[in-house]
């Protein structure tokens, strides 16, 4: 497959009109477009309609951008969280519009589809179908599940599938509500990063990429807080025996098999996540078209002195386009 040269967004967002229902059995109320705006039921997102459902669009923003391809994923309120009998076709009907739209960019787009995150069966065989597209190339998947993340049933045997499939695995999180967190937008501001954070402390304490080898999975907007926690982690680990109880690694050498993107919103947290991470497991995202993502992916990178022949070998890496003989 030919993909466009330049510099790789891995993070951005798009849903078809005809899914603005969403997953069935969703918590959240479905999308509409009121006046050129998207809205998740009567609360206003910010969002052009267009910037998330319209492939023309979307493209002319890849460009402006500066970027060789984006890679496009579900928003994270049309996760399939609730287990229900219908979820298979919404993810089949999502996974189905997402490959045409790649398939028909000129390599310009790639994707990561959605899976029955309740099923992990179910998971494998959609893995199995998008991976042998060719344009998906992984999947797109919350941090926790309920109350339970990746170092545990279901989500830790789709991280396996994941891994034997050889595709990549991004995790984006939900903006779970809290309580103590509806004022000042602290559901997305302060719960984001900690959703980040608690996948990170799953997957590094609970012996995750100790046990399924070579899994691929990137924690966006910078891993959330977890970058700064890691020293934390390491003292605990050391001197509990129940923190190192799932895990044979270090937290801090295990950290550094985790892969990210670049959105942290201030250099001085990316210097830090630079110093924490492994830097070839670093690349370009920009959380598109949210109000919380950026229209230039590569400012801050850049500002980090990584630049754009690294950013898109790392994503080149993690997307499963890097052969022997060099780009596919």
Excluded at 277 to 286: E, F, K, R, T
Excluded at 301 to 316: Q, S
């Amino acid at each position: 497959m030919n993909v466009r040269p330049g510099p790789i967004d891995v993070h951005a967002h798009w849903l078809p009109r005809d899914l603005f229902g969403l997953a069935p059995g969703s918590p959240v109320p479905p999308l509409a477009d009121r006046d050129g705006q998207l809205h998740l039921g009567e609360l206003a997102l910010s969002i052009e309609t267009d910037a998330m459902s319209d492939i023309e669009r979307v493209l002319a923003d890849t460009d402006t951008a500066g970027l060789g391809s984006r890679v496009l994923s579900a928003p994270p309120f049309a996760f399939p969280v609730v287990d229900h009998p219908e979820v298979d076709s919404f993810v089949g009907a999502y996974n189905q519009e997402l490959e045409k739209v790649c398939r028909d960019s000129n390599g310009r787009l790639l994707g990561l589809g959605l899976v029955s995150l309740h099923q992990p069966e179910s998971a494998r065989k959609q893995i199995a179908e998008l991976a042998s597209s060719g344009l998906l190339r992984g999947i797109a998947v919350p941090p926790l599940l309920g109350t339970t993340s990746f170092d545990v049933p279901p989500m830790r045997e789709i991280l396996v599938a994941a891994a034997e499939l050889d595709v990549a695995v991004l995790v984006h999180p939900m903006q779970l509500p809290r309580p103590e967190w509806t004022s000042y937008y602290l559901n997305n501001l302060i719960g984001n990063p900690v959703e980040s954070a608690t996948a990170a402390a799953a997957l590094t304490l609970g012996g995750v990429l100790d046990d399924i080898e070579g899994l691929r999975i990137c924690l966006v907007h910078g891993g959330g807080c977890a970058p700064g926690l890691v020293g934390r982690w390491q003292h605990g680990w050391t001197q509990r025996a129940d923190v190192r109880a799932s895990g044979a690694r270090p937290p801090r050498e295990a950290f550094r098999d985790l892969w990210f993107d670049t959105l942290t919103h201030d250099p001085d947290a990316l210097e830090l996540l630079a110093a924490k991470a492994d830097p070839s497991h670093l690349m370009a995202g920009s959380d598109y078209p949210f109000d919380m993502g950026t229209h230039d992916p590569l400012q801050l990178p850049h500002a980090a002195g990584i630049d754009d022949a690294a950013l898109e070998t790392n994503a080149r890496t993690f997307l499963g386009l890097v052969t022997g003989e060099g780009h596919e």
